[in-house]
């Protein structure tokens, strides 16, 4: 793995100063409603952030504008990566709501090939392999980058909620929010929203004002929470 010898970028505070990190998601809108502010600090640092996304999510339950969820979804997709100034995007077509059914082994070597042939990632980005919502797709796509990650030796950071956000939101609307206490969390990382507010309006077709996404930004703050689920080199030594 090639690492970079800049030194005039600009760092982030708790992240390392990263060339370029390829985010391993099953939806279209996972990268925004989930990513977006981690991404958005990403970027701003002078990261390349590629989106890998394994399915089209035509299988929502939300159909916030009329046509083809598989199409709209993919149209979404550009343009919340425009947003938040991803370098580039994959999107594949496995069936939403059915990447466990597809297999570890097949993903992997999705996440392989879109990792590239030559100068590697510095590292791969994933959901808490809890899946954060309990969502199955979710444990599927993260459970690919870590095998990946596994294959090439990079490091891989989870995002997560704190333990009492997912309660609250558990509670208030009835679905299985799984967080972590402070001793399993590695990094607060302070964001800022407004790009990530600009990309979640891309997906029109699932940006309810009524979505469970306005009030998990409420109950966050201006802090996201990672958790190292294949530290850098440095740490495993």
Do not use: K, N
């Amino acid at each position: 793995m090639s690492v970079s010898t800049e030194t005039t970028r600009p760092s982030v505070p708790g992240l390392p100063p990263w060339r370029r990190a390829l985010v391993v998601v099953a939806h279209p809108d996972d990268e925004s409603f989930g990513l977006g502010a981690v991404i958005d600090r990403l970027v701003s640092a002078g990261t390349a952030v590629e989106v890998l996304c394994l399915t089209h999510g035509e299988a929502s339950t939300l159909h916030g504008v009329e046509g083809d969820l598989a199409v709209l979804r993919a149209t979404e997709l550009d343009r919340a990566a425009e947003a938040l100034g991803i370098s580039r995007t994959v999107l594949r077509s496995y069936p939403d709501g059915g990447l466990a059914g597809v297999g570890t082994e097949l993903l992997t070597e999705e996440v392989v090939a879109a990792l590239g042939d030559g100068d590697l990632p510095d590292a791969l980005i994933a959901f808490d392999p809890s899946g954060i919502t309990g969502h199955s797709d979710h444990r599927a796509a993260t459970d690919a980058a870590l095998a990946a990650a596994a294959r090439l030796d990079l490091p891989v950071l989870g995002w997560t909620l704190p333990a009492d956000v997912a309660r609250d939101l558990a509670e208030e609307f009835g679905a299985p929010f799984t967080g972590h206490g402070p001793d399993d969390v590695d990094l607060v990382l302070p964001v800022t929203r407004r790009r990530q507010r600009v990309a979640a309006a891309a997906h029109a077709s699932q940006v309810l004002p009524e979505s469970v996404l306005w009030r998990r930004l409420e109950l966050l703050g201006d802090v996201e929470h990672l958790r190292w689920l294949r530290p850098p080199v440095t740490s495993r030594a």
